[in-house]
């Protein structure tokens, strides 16, 4: 399995998140972090 999408909910973020995000980004590298509430 290839991880092309990282996706997380817009708006503000809590420490937690930003956690989870910068480990993630680190894991995948090529992965495209994106930040939206868009269900598309």
Same mark, same amino acid.
């Given at each position: 399995?290839?991880?092309?999408? &990282?996706?997380?909910? *817009?708006?503000?973020? !809590? /420490? !937690? #998140? &930003? &956690? *989870? *995000? ?8 090529? /992965? #495209?972090?994106?930040? *939206?509430? !868009?269900? /598309?």
């Amino acid at each position: 399995m290839t991880i092309t999408h &990282l996706v997380t909910h *817009s708006g503000g973020f !809590d /420490a !937690d #998140e &930003l &956690l *989870s *995000s910068v480990i993630l980004t680190r894991l995948y590298p090529g /992965a #495209e972090l994106v930040r *939206s509430r !868009d269900t /598309a």
